[in-house]
Structures are given as structure tokens and as C-alpha cells.
């Protein structure tokens, strides 16, 4: 099986992977999780380039395709052999969030995105994605490390995003579900477990 977390900056899937991933340790299932860029070496120097330079412009379309090269090279290193041996795969982020960065809200096209993507990964898209959505404002006021490179975007790059996001689970309601992320973390981590086991008790396994 395999789950992605995502959701705009701040909207608290770092706080949420955790106790997600000891629930579903709990539920018996042997968990292996990865962030979408990096958990390999490639993916962790993309990553380093993508989201801390700032000496340098990096075009859209750039951006994108070093997002989609270090997804390959997950897919290929940590999520296909993960998933070969029966673990259940959490990844922080996935293809829907460059798909919704870089199309939503960077001006490329979504559905050129999604194509490029399914090239990138081979094809594997998780079973479920789960969107944590809180308002631009809410988002903005929880942050309290420094801002990243795509975090520095401004306030209506951030609301395409938002948008992004719920437009790509509308049209996708079986494979992306949205959770309120307006709430305590508890409330949120609840919501999260319930729209879990909804897909782990009605659907059949991963084969």
C-alpha cells in the first residue's frame, strides 16, 4: 500500500506523518516512509538546489523537471523495492504536489505535468493521497522556521496552490481525499486515521 501526506506550506504534514505512521504500525502494517524530494542522495542534493538556493534563478519548467528527476530516482530507490517487499509506503509529498506547485499555481500545464510524472515514476501513483487544507493565512501564521525558496513566493501564489489542490481532489475523489487541517492536532490526526481506513477496509491489497 501505499499513502502520501500533502497539502500547502504549513498546513502541518510534518507535525501528522509521525502519528499516522505509529497508526498504522499499530494496525500490524511494516511501514517505510520517504519526503518527496529527497531520501536518497539525489533526491537530498535536488532537494538542497530546489528549496535553499538563492543565488541563482531556476525557471519553472527547470524546477519542474528536477522535482520529476528526483521522484524517479525515489520510485526506483526506496518506494518500488519498499512496496515489492510488503511494506506499506508513506511519502511525505508525491506527484500531486508538483502537479499543483508547478501547474496550478507556476503556470504550466496540469495535465502535461501529470504525464511527465507518470513517465518519471513508471507509473506508480499512491493508493491514496491525503490533502491537509487550512486557509493561506492560517498556513502562513503556524510557520516558525525560516521560509524556504518556495515558500517565499507571496501570498496569490499560495492561494493557486490551495486551489490546486482541492481542484485535483474534486476530480479525483477515489485516489485524493482532502482533510481539514483547521483544527487541533489531534482533531486532524483523526480525521487523517478515518480517511485511512476507510481505503484500508474497503479496498483490496496491493498486490
Known amino acids: 500500500m501505499f499513502f502520501s501526506l500533502d497539502g500547502g506550506d504549513g498546513a502541518g504534514k510534518t507535525t501528522q506523518l509521525p502519528s499516522f505512521c505509529d497508526w498504522l504500525r499499530s494496525r500490524g502494517l511494516d511501514v517505510a516512509v520517504c519526503r518527496d524530494p529527497g531520501s536518497t542522495r539525489l533526491g537530498e542534493a535536488v532537494r538542497r538546489i530546489l528549496l535553499e538556493a538563492q543565488d541563482f534563478p531556476i525557471a519553472r519548467r527547470s524546477e519542474m523537471l528536477l522535482y520529476m528527476a528526483a521522484r524517479a530516482q525515489l520510485t526506483e530507490e526506496i518506494i518500488r523495492p519498499a512496496l515489492a517487499a510488503g511494506k506499506t509506503v ?55 522556521r525560516p521560509w524556504d525558496r518556495m515558500e517565499q513566493q507571496g501570498r496569490e501564489f499560495h492561494e493557486r496552490v490551495r486551489r490546486g489542490f482541492l481542484d485535483e481532489a474534486a476530480r479525483q475523489p477515489d485516489r485524493i481525499v482532502v482533510v481539514s487541517a483547521d483544527a487541533s492536532v489531534e482533531e486532524v490526526q483523526q480525521a487523517i486515521r478515518r480517511a485511512a481506513s476507510r481505503w484500508l477496509d474497503e479496498r483490496p491489497q496491493r498486490r
Open 90 to 144: 508513506v511519502s511525505d509529498r508525491y506527484l500531486l504536489a508538483n502537479v499543483v506547485y508547478q501547474g496550478h499555481a507556476g503556470g504550466l500545464d496540469p495535465e502535461l505535468l501529470w504525464q511527465v510524472g507518470l513517465i518519471a515514476t513508471g507509473g506508480l501513483l499512491p493508493d491514496l493521497t491525503i490533502v491537509l487544507d487550512l486557509p493561506v493565512e492560517k498556513a502562513a501564521d503556524r510557520r516558525t
